[in-house]
């Protein structure tokens, strides 16, 4: 059941990377964000009152800090679904897997000490190969499909995936700490809510959009679905491996964003593009795999 929901949270965040496209022509970036995150707490309000699971918390700072790297990974990633291919900007997301194993290579070997009782962490050539393949990857797939006007964007896409990995340590600190999913999604849809409000005074607020103010609404309900999905399907998995599928799966999410890429806007991806789509995924998934070893 847990491959299911795994599946199913990447249909949903792809599914919502359209509804940001659609909003974005109407809205900028901090009313989206806004509003993501107050229809999101709404449902993740009523979803907690529901299962009868209490929203305060004893560990406020680190959901603070998990709403803080979350918004800036989301705000980032936001920002390169409008300006560039779907599938291009999902891809770039998704290369969290890589970044964090990135970040336990490099703090193993922070921590590492030259000596006979503590030999070089075993794991450091494989995954730097993974890393290597999957930069390739970026560098194959940005060059057909990305303009020279949208430079910026590749750029803060990637970063995107970077800080998302940051944000996703820190959800499973919080889980392991015993924090149940709605309240763990419900703090960082505040943590949106804040953000977005904040930068609104500097941003603007837009004029009325009449029915395409709906827009608005699919993405918050599908941003909270999609993070329930995802964390309901490494709850279920109760194995190493069945963790192994779920973490992998995620990158189902860059098939549909191609789908959707395609289908609905039309965008034209080079075989290029394409095959450094495909070397991203093998090398995310070599390095979950890798990482799961250690």
């Not at 680190?62 to 891809?91: C, D, E, N, Q």
Request: charged share 10%; with cysteine; net charge positive.
């Amino acid at each position: 059941m847990q491959v299911l929901w795994m599946v199913l949270a990447a249909f949903l965040f792809a599914t919502m990377g359209v509804s940001i496209k659609f909003a974005a022509e109407h809205f900028n970036m901090a009313e989206i964000i806004f509003y993501r995150g107050l229809i999101s707490m709404a449902l993740l309000w009523l979803l907690a009152r529901r299962q009868g699971i209490a929203l305060r918390t004893r560990y406020p700072m680190m959901h603070a800090w998990r709403s803080l790297v979350g918004v800036v990974s989301m705000a980032a990633w936001f920002y390169a679904i409008t300006k560039l291919p779907l599938a291009t900007a999902m891809t770039l997301n998704y290369m969290s897997s890589l970044w964090i194993a990135a970040f336990m290579v490099g703090g193993a070997l922070m921590a590492w000490r030259p000596s006979p009782a503590t030999p070089r962490p075993a794991l450091h050539t494989p995954v730097m190969l993974s890393l290597l393949v999957g930069f390739v990857g970026v560098v194959l797939m940005m060059r057909p499909s990305i303009g020279a006007d949208q430079a910026l964007a590749g750029v803060v896409g990637l970063m995107s995936g970077m800080i998302a990995a940051l944000a996703y340590m820190q959800v499973v600190a919080l889980s392991r700490l015993g924090e149940p999913e709605p309240r763990v999604v419900f703090y960082f849809s505040l943590g949106s809510a804040v953000a977005g409000g904040l930068a609104m005074p500097f941003t603007g607020v837009s004029d009325f959009a009449g029915w395409h103010t709906l827009w608005l609404i699919p993405v918050g309900l599908f941003a909270a679905g999609g993070q329930l999905c995802m964390t309901r399907a490494y709850a279920n998995a109760m194995t190493r491996r069945a963790t192994l599928v779920v973490a992998n799966l995620q990158y189902t999410g860059i098939a549909f964003g191609g789908a959707y890429s395609v289908l609905v806007f039309g965008d034209v991806i080079e075989p290029m593009g394409w095959v450094g789509m495909t070397l991203i995924v093998g090398s995310g998934i070599a390095a979950t795999v890798l990482r799961s070893r250690n």
